[in-house]
């Protein structure tokens, strides 16, 4: 869709977003990588006029990340606002929240020795919570939620490139993950799938060992009664889902895949999934979170 400026088309936008402490700058330097145009720390009612100006610049800006958080007065409401004026002018304004659990960013917090934003007088815990709740529309309505509690640096870079490096932008994008309910379900995803009905190979001693990505385990999980209609069935589900999501011009689906642990059941079905995915033409990447966590 063409914007108001003199007929050009208007350069692509990613608002980041999100928890302090959960990566907001790592996502940027990636994207800064990517040779997005990135600014730091954008009052919400100043980025019509950022895209303006990028617009006036004949193709040199086309894509720009706007970093924005909480110090900004107002936030929720003026960044939900500005975002819904972009998207009336045929912007299309896409929003990245980075997450992480209240533990992970007390660890952080603790770990660099600085306050949170919103702490002022009261505990560490108390600055989160403020945050989290203030934070609580504009989740609900990002394209994209990465949940950065069990991520490195370079695995958070890797995975920003992988949802926003060349692509194309008529295709949906699948993060497929497989975890254990014990570790608690990831906060990111899109729809979950629950593989603890089938019989885990956990009880069978020369398959303990092992996980979902070896042969031996694969070739048991995918004889159980009921994995292939699983398969099959879901398979369906999706088909019909990724026409919905490309109509709402939805970009990114993460499917999380789940057993008890998330060693042996999940991690078979995630990597049967993902190879689905695939053949239905999808860009897929397969992360299996609680491998080695046993």
């Known amino acids: 869709m063409m914007s108001s400026l003199g007929g050009e088309l208007p350069p692509e936008i990613v608002i980041v977003t999100g928890m302090s402490g959960a990566g907001r700058s790592t996502a940027?330097?990636?994207?800064?990588?990517?040779?997005?145009?990135?600014?730091?720390?954008l009052p919400p009612g100043l980025l019509p006029t950022m895209i303006d100006l990028a617009g006036r610049t004949q193709g040199a800006v086309p894509r720009?990340?706007?970093?924005?958080?909480?110090?900004s007065m107002a936030f929720t409401e003026d960044l939900l606002s500005t975002v819904e004026e972009l998207r009336r002018r045929g912007i299309a304004a896409r929003v990245l929240f980075l997450e992480a659990g209240d533990e992970t960013l007390v660890r952080r917090f603790e770990g660099v020795r600085r306050p949170h934003p919103l702490q002022a007088d009261g505990r560490l815990t108390d600055g989160i919570t403020r945050e989290r709740e203030l934070l609580r529309a504009i989740r609900g309505e990002a394209d994209l939620v990465i949940d950065t509690s069990q991520l490195?640096?370079?695995?958070?870079?890797?995975?920003?490139?992988g949802f926003f490096g060349e692509a194309d932008e008529s295709h949906l994008r699948?993060?497929?993950?497989?975890?254990?309910?014990?570790?608690g379900l990831p906060v990111d995803a899109d729809l979950v799938i629950d593989c603890r009905f089938l019989p885990n190979p956990h009880w069978v001693p020369e398959l303990r060992p092992m996980n979902g990505r070896d042969?031996?385990?694969?070739?048991?999980?995918?004889?159980?009664?009921g994995a292939k209609e699983l398969l099959d069935t879901y398979t369906e589900v999706l088909r019909l889902l990724v026409a919905g999501?490309?109509?709402?011009?939805k970009h990114y689906m993460t499917l999380a895949v789940g057993c008890t642990g998330g060693k042996h059941r999940s991690v078979a079905m995630?990597?049967?999934?993902?190879?689905?995915?695939?053949?239905?033409?999808?860009?897929?990447?397969?992360?299996h979170r609680d491998v080695g966590r046993e």
Do not use: I, T
Not at 152 to 161: D, G
Not at 215 to 225: D, F, G, I, K, M
Not at 270 to 287: P, T
């Open 64 to 71: 720009v990340a706007a970093v924005v958080d909480v110090r």
């Open 28 to 41: 940027a330097r990636a994207l800064e990588d990517l040779d997005w145009f990135v600014v730091d720390n």
């Open 152 to 161: 490195n640096v370079h695995q958070l870079k890797a995975r920003v490139v």
């Open 245 to 249: 999501y490309l109509r709402e011009g």
């Open 270 to 287: 995630a990597e049967q999934f993902g190879a689905r995915l695939r053949e239905e033409g999808l860009e897929v990447n397969v992360v």
């Open 215 to 225: 042969a031996p385990v694969r070739e048991y999980v995918l004889a159980q009664r």
């Open 174 to 183: 699948a993060n497929v993950v497989s975890f254990g309910f014990k570790h």
